[in-house]
């Protein structure tokens, strides 16, 4: 069994490092979701999905880098694992890092970043954190 959500993860992670301009990530519904959120808050400069024929898509993310050449994501972790599942209710999910970083929530909402989840007063499984 493989974990899509930490592959995804760790490609963001290690070509951010590695000061690549884009990267390729495998397509889900779940993982797009997560990566639209990371445009949304300015992690990541932007996405597109790509049609790889034979029904197989694949998301192409553009990295965001500051003025001294060094990626926008500081950190960007998975806390829910397929093994052991972390699930708040809408009062525990509070802001993380005093506000500067983020927590992906997976709710009945929707997948939502933690001030939408909060604002909303649903909780949900916590996906990951990126600040």
């Known amino acids: ?17 590695r000061r690549l301009d884009t990267t390729t990530l495998l397509h889900s519904k779940m993982i797009e979701a997560i990566v639209s959120i990371l445009v949304e808050k300015g992690y990541l400069e932007k996405y597109s999905v790509e049609d790889l ?22 950190e960007i972790k998975r806390i829910s694992k397929p093994g052991r599942r972390i699930h708040k209710n809408s009062e525990a999910i509070k802001s993380f890092k005093n506000g500067y970083g983020t927590l992906i929530v997976s709710t ?10 909060k604002e909303l007063g ?4 916590i996906i990951c954190s990126v600040w």
Do not use: C, F, H, Q
């Open 1 to 17: 069994m493989t974990d899509n959500i930490a592959d995804s993860l760790t490609r963001i992670r290690n070509a951010g490092m």
């Open 53 to 74: 024929g034979s029904n197989k898509k694949a998301i192409k993310v553009t990295l965001k880098y500051d003025d001294n050449e060094r990626s926008v994501i500081n």
């Open 108 to 117: 009945n909402k929707g997948v939502l970043p933690n001030d939408k989840a």
């Open 122 to 125: 649903v909780g949900g499984e």
